[in-house]
Protein backbone atom coordinates (compact mmCIF):
# COMPACT_ATOMS: atom_id res chain seq x y z
CA UNK A 1 0.00 0.00 0.00
CA UNK A 2 1.44 3.48 -1.12
CA UNK A 3 0.62 6.64 -1.18
CA UNK A 4 2.40 8.95 -3.83
CA UNK A 5 2.47 12.59 -3.39
CA UNK A 6 3.51 14.59 -6.28
CA UNK A 7 2.96 18.15 -7.53
CA UNK A 8 6.01 20.17 -5.37
CA UNK A 9 8.43 22.67 -7.00
CA UNK A 10 9.48 26.20 -7.06
CA UNK A 11 7.12 28.81 -6.77
CA UNK A 12 7.18 32.70 -6.49
CA UNK A 13 5.04 34.24 -3.94
CA UNK A 14 1.72 34.70 -4.93
CA UNK A 15 1.74 31.74 -7.41
CA UNK A 16 -0.10 28.54 -7.12
CA UNK A 17 0.87 24.85 -7.40
CA UNK A 18 -1.54 21.87 -6.85
CA UNK A 19 -0.29 18.83 -5.03
CA UNK A 20 -2.03 15.16 -5.72
CA UNK A 21 -1.83 11.99 -3.98
CA UNK A 22 -2.26 8.56 -5.43
CA UNK A 23 -3.04 5.93 -4.02
CA UNK A 24 -1.76 2.51 -4.66
CA UNK A 25 -2.33 -1.30 -3.90
CA UNK A 26 -5.93 -0.38 -2.39
CA UNK A 27 -8.62 1.97 -2.27
CA UNK A 28 -9.07 4.75 -0.08
CA UNK A 29 -12.34 5.81 -0.62
CA UNK A 30 -13.07 4.94 2.74
CA UNK A 31 -10.25 6.73 4.24
CA UNK A 32 -10.16 10.04 5.64
CA UNK A 33 -7.74 11.83 3.68
CA UNK A 34 -5.45 14.53 4.33
CA UNK A 35 -1.75 16.72 4.00
CA UNK A 36 0.25 18.07 6.76
CA UNK A 37 3.21 19.72 6.08
CA UNK A 38 6.99 20.01 7.66
CA UNK A 39 9.79 22.42 7.81
CA UNK A 40 13.17 22.35 9.15
CA UNK A 41 13.18 22.56 13.31
CA UNK A 42 9.65 21.89 13.08
CA UNK A 43 7.14 19.31 13.80
CA UNK A 44 4.76 18.40 11.13
CA UNK A 45 1.63 20.13 10.97
CA UNK A 46 -1.82 20.07 10.29
CA UNK A 47 -2.86 21.35 6.59
CA UNK A 48 -6.17 20.35 5.53
CA UNK A 49 -8.12 16.92 5.16
CA UNK A 50 -11.23 15.98 3.74
CA UNK A 51 -13.91 13.72 4.42
CA UNK A 52 -14.32 9.88 3.26
CA UNK A 53 -17.22 11.47 1.11
CA UNK A 54 -15.78 14.30 0.13
CA UNK A 55 -18.40 16.82 1.48
CA UNK A 56 -16.66 17.97 4.31
CA UNK A 57 -13.05 19.71 4.54
CA UNK A 58 -11.09 21.42 7.52
CA UNK A 59 -8.59 23.45 6.83
CA UNK A 60 -5.60 24.75 9.24
CA UNK A 61 -6.15 28.57 9.85
CA UNK A 62 -3.15 29.36 7.88
CA UNK A 63 -3.64 28.24 4.42
CA UNK A 64 -7.90 28.77 4.89
CA UNK A 65 -9.29 30.95 1.75
CA UNK A 66 -6.21 29.97 -0.34
CA UNK A 67 -5.89 26.31 -0.35
CA UNK A 68 -8.24 23.90 -1.95
CA UNK A 69 -8.56 20.05 -0.88
CA UNK A 70 -10.88 17.83 -3.13
CA UNK A 71 -11.14 13.97 -3.87
CA UNK A 72 -10.69 13.62 -7.70
CA UNK A 73 -11.60 9.83 -7.40
CA UNK A 74 -11.37 6.60 -4.58
CA UNK A 75 -7.63 6.89 -5.23
CA UNK A 76 -6.72 10.40 -5.88
CA UNK A 77 -6.79 13.26 -4.16
CA UNK A 78 -5.72 16.73 -4.71
CA UNK A 79 -4.59 20.10 -3.17
CA UNK A 80 -4.84 23.20 -5.13
CA UNK A 81 -2.46 25.91 -3.54
CA UNK A 82 -3.13 29.84 -3.97
CA UNK A 83 -1.32 32.96 -3.28
CA UNK A 84 1.38 30.69 -2.23
CA UNK A 85 3.51 32.68 0.38
CA UNK A 86 7.07 32.39 1.68
CA UNK A 87 6.14 30.45 4.85
CA UNK A 88 4.64 28.08 3.43
CA UNK A 89 7.51 26.39 2.06
CA UNK A 90 7.63 22.88 3.38
CA UNK A 91 8.12 19.09 2.91
CA UNK A 92 4.19 18.43 2.39
CA UNK A 93 3.13 14.79 3.31
CA UNK A 94 0.08 13.24 2.27
CA UNK A 95 -2.03 10.20 4.86
CA UNK A 96 -4.64 8.15 5.19
CA UNK A 97 -7.20 7.73 8.02
CA UNK A 98 -8.53 4.21 7.52
CA UNK A 99 -10.30 4.10 11.05
CA UNK A 100 -11.57 7.54 12.11
CA UNK A 101 -15.07 8.01 10.28
CA UNK A 102 -14.34 12.36 10.83
CA UNK A 103 -12.02 14.18 10.14
CA UNK A 104 -8.73 14.22 12.02
CA UNK A 105 -6.49 16.91 12.23
CA UNK A 106 -4.08 15.26 14.24
CA UNK A 107 -0.78 13.13 11.98
CA UNK A 108 -1.36 10.36 14.98
CA UNK A 109 -4.64 9.84 14.04
CA UNK A 110 -3.38 8.69 10.23
CA UNK A 111 -2.01 5.44 9.52
CA UNK A 112 -1.10 5.73 5.77
CA UNK A 113 1.96 8.05 4.90
CA UNK A 114 3.26 9.52 1.62
CA UNK A 115 7.01 10.12 1.34
CA UNK A 116 6.72 14.34 0.96
CA UNK A 117 6.88 16.47 -1.74
CA UNK A 118 8.65 19.86 -1.29
CA UNK A 119 7.52 23.06 -1.97
CA UNK A 120 9.58 26.75 -2.36
CA UNK A 121 8.16 29.84 -2.32
CA UNK A 122 10.24 32.24 -3.00
CA UNK A 123 10.01 36.40 -2.02
Known amino acids: VQLQASGGGLVQAGGSLRLSCAASGRTFNNAVMGWFRRTPGKEREFVAAISRSGGSTVYADSVKGRFTLSRENANKVSLQMNSLKPEDTAVYYC??????????????????WGQGTLVTVSS
Open 95 to 112: AADTFHTRVMVFRDAYDY
